[in-house]
């Protein structure tokens, strides 16, 4: 034997946003007027009736372990918002909560997967899902899309990567970081694919109320009962509630997944924090007007991001209609030099504008999209018009 790590661990990429986001913090505690677009959490605090929630479990005592997949009367808040915000008809003994969103999805993986399964993830994606899919011994498969049909994943592209070894599909609708949604039609061509081919879908749906304009949320289990017997719908409170720090996702699943999550999870962490469970039951309860100003906030700084972004030279961009980033598709860009050197990839156009303009963003090779970067609005209006100044007088020296 030797002291050599894991393979598994070996094989983990860690984040590559990191670098940057370092870069930024260390510039600003040196005193610089740095821009950060990387902010992934709301820039607001978790609304007062929650963290009054979350004062009485303290002082109630509510301080103890609770059964390990969640307390049954916060399953029971879970699978009422199921019903009322998603038409999703499921019983507490389908509800796993966990530690956030990551941890729902991990768990997930860890029950639907043997070694060498596939998993299909539509690129670009959130970066966390392949490196989950490979710590749970699977095999993620990159189903690459376009720009044209704004990132989403076809019934064709989907065909064009199954193998007998595909086990599930992974959706993100709205999705981080295109911003974009699935329509009902859309979603109704990859159900019945789903079904045909008996594959499960892990439905990601953690910015579901963040949406803008006429875009409509819509939860692949909702059509049918076929293809809600396959689905796994992961929802979470940190990014519509602003509870990022708090650790609390769920899930509704079929009854045997469920049950082999919580089987998992007793094992692995016991129960999420029984505080924050409190707290969540208010979020899902309680008062939603917060929940309402966040979003109308949100979509002001969209609507101004979207409108500056897209007039910018040798970038393009989508309307982002749900989440809360604009995707910037930069392969125009980095084709031209910047003081005499061609910038060549997203990654060093990131370096360029942190170095020479204070500008933090995220370059998205990670993401599965050389060539593009995302802008997070969820920073103030002020921040906002002040970091796209930069970024536009950056874009303008490049010849
Ligand atoms: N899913 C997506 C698409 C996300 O962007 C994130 C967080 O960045 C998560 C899940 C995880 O959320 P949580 O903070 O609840 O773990």
Redesign the pocket.
Known sequence: MSLELSKKALAVKPSATLAITAKAKELKAAGEDVVGFGA??PDFNTPDNICEAAIKAIKDGFTKYTPASGTNSLKEAVCKKFKDFNGLDYKPSQIVISN??????TNIFNVILNPGDEVMIPAPY?L?YPEMVKMADGVPVDVITEFDNEYKATVADFEKAFTSKTKAIVL?TP??PTGMLYTKEELEAIAKFAVEKDIYVVS?E??EYLTYGDAKHVSIASLGDEIYKRTIT?S????SYAM?GW???YCGAPENVAKAMSAVQSHATSNPNSIAQKATEEALLGPQDSIAMMKKEFDERRKYMYGRVSKFPHVSCHEPQG?FYVFVDANEAIKLSYKGEKVNSAARLAEILIDDYKTAVIPCESFAADGHFRLSYAISMETIKKGLDRIEEFLNELN
Do not use: Q
Not at 100 to 105: E, I, Q, R, S
């Open positions: 992934g959490e956030g969103g990551k941890h729902v999805l959130w966390s993100n999705s981080n990601d953690m910015y992961v979470g409170v940190a990014k990022t650790r609390i996702g989440a």
